[in-house]
């Protein structure tokens, strides 16, 4: 069983739509979660980080995170192409194990 | 581009071969990362250096060899690499290494064992 599973799409919104990406974790524990962007060719860039249950907001980006059904999501509102991208989900599951994983991503492409 | 830099930005070798493959960061931080990336595989935690001690090694093959002379700079020392170890190569910085928070990358090195 993954650590982290993410649906590999490919996701596609039209522009001004909202977008909603999702990831399961596999263990209960898990503490910390994280999403990053990752456009083609690029290295990864932290977009948001949430660590107790309900949602987070930042700009156009709400992250949510249920523990109960250890799933965490990004909604991505007002979406614009510049936010086409591959989107990384990322877990502590022990932070004193040094157990951090990612998921495989989801790619996301806006359409104007 | 962020403050982490890593050289160089594509790397071929042989199986035989021995290279090392350079990280910098210029933010201050005091964690360092290193990250395999394979095409179709999620991003695997490699090693971290927190204050210059390598803290984990995630049971990475003895070829993989990472070095933390200080703060600023990492190193990962390659020997008898394998053809699956293809893949680009993740160098991160953040504050601390106590909560992965706030990790910056740097642009990878692209290797490619033949």
């Known amino acids: 069983q993954k650590e982290v599973e993410q649906n590999s799409g490919p996701l596609s919104v039209p522009e001004g739509a909202i977008a909603s990406l999702n990831c399961t974790y596999s263990d209960r524990v898990s503490q910390s979660f994280f999403w990053y962007r990752q456009y083609s060719g690029k290295s990864p860039e932290l977009i948001m980080s949430?660590?107790?249950?309900g949602d987070k907001e930042d700009g156009r980006f709400t992250a949510q995170l249920n523990k109960a059904s250890q799933y965490v999501s990004l909604l991505i509102r007002d979406s614009q192409p510049s936010d086409s991208a591959t989107y990384l989900c990322a877990v502590i599951k022990d932070l004193t194990l040094n157990q951090f994983y990612f998921g495989t991503g989801t790619s996301l492409t806006v359409i104007p | 581009e962020t403050g982490v830099t890593q050289t160089p930005r594509h790397l071929v070798m042989g199986m035989t071969n021995k290279k090392s493959l350079k990280c910098e960061q210029h933010l201050g931080h005091n964690a360092m990362y290193w990250y395999k990336q394979s095409a179709k595989k999620p991003l695997e935690l490699m090693f971290v250096?927190?204050?210059?001690?390598?803290?984990e090694n995630n049971s990475v093959p003895s070829r993989f060899s990472p070095e933390c002379p200080n703060s600023s700079h990492l190193f990962l020392h390659l020997h008898t690499l394998q053809p699956e170890d293809s893949a680009l190569y993740l160098c991160a910085s953040s504050q601390d290494g106590t909560t992965y928070n706030e990790q910056f990358f740097g642009p990878g090195t692209r290797l490619t064992v033949l």
């Open positions: 250096y927190s204050l210059e001690e390598r803290v």
């Open positions: 949430i660590y107790s249950n």
